[in-house]
């Protein structure tokens, strides 16, 4: 599960790429938002305007959100760079 609020939201990215998996496997919108949210606060202008996106429309479309956060964390994982 997501680390409480109050713990800093960056302490392990790739960590919060497999909570937002999680998330979109479980259909859990508010889970998804969160982790966005979290990994938007260390990410380039790029990534933060898609996590941002996929915050919104998690509370909207999952089925959209799911299908643009496969797409960031496919990208990111590939890359084998630190997220964001």
């Excluded at 202008?45 to 964390?73: P, Y």
Aim: charged share 25%; glycine share 4%; hydrophobic share 40%.
């Amino acid at each position: 599960m997501l680390p409480a609020r109050d713990e800093a939201p960056t302490s392990d990215p790739f960590n919060l790429l497999d909570c937002g998996d999680w998330a979109c496997a479980h259909c859990n919108c508010g889970g998804l938002a969160d982790v966005a949210n979290r990994l938007a606060h260390c990410a380039c202008d790029q990534d933060r305007g898609a996590l941002k996106e996929i915050e919104r429309l998690a509370a909207v479309d999952m089925d959209a959100a799911s299908t643009l956060w496969a797409r960031f964390t496919t990208a990111r994982r590939r890359a084998k760079t630190s997220v964001p």
